[in-house]
């Protein structure tokens, strides 16, 4: 059975920074590329980042280049990473990690327009101005 588990969410200062991580088991971590994404209710969910299997590659949002990092540790702890700076009230969000179906960043899967892969349960971010 596969899980997926966030962690490292909580309550930021404008400008402040946080960093997210993923845990996958039930799985060959290493197989797969991974996303973040989130969503604020009502809305439409966000695609945030992807990285492909190995780190090779990777996609961000407009919204976030240049103040979100992805990184994934594949060797030892098996988990995803989102490092974000500069944060803004607008990045407020429920983020959710999930591994694609896929070993590459696939267009439609990161920008969050598929429900495939396996998912989490999420965490809170909230960034308070």
């Known amino acids: 059975q596969v899980q997926v588990v966030e962690s490292g969410g909580g309550l930021v200062q404008a400008g402040g920074s946080l960093r997210l991580s993923c845990t996958a088991s039930?799985?060959?971590?290493?197989?797969?590329?991974m996303g973040w994404f989130r969503q604020v209710p009502g809305k439409k969910r966000e695609g945030v980042s992807c990285i492909s299997w190995s780190g090779g590659s990777t996609y961000y949002a407009d919204s976030v280049k240049g103040r979100f990092t992805i990184s994934r540790d594949n060797a030892k702890k098996n988990t995803l990473y989102l490092q974000m700076n500069s944060l803004k009230p607008e990045d407020t969000a429920m983020y959710y990690c999930?591994?694609?179906?896929?070993?590459?960043?696939?267009?439609?899967?990161?920008?969050?327009?598929?429900?495939?892969?396996?998912w989490g349960q999420g965490t809170q971010v909230t960034v308070s101005s």
């Open positions: 999930a591994v694609a179906p896929y070993i590459y960043c696939l267009d439609s899967w990161s920008r969050g327009g598929t429900d495939s892969g396996y």
């Open positions: 039930g799985l060959t971590f290493a197989n797969y590329a």
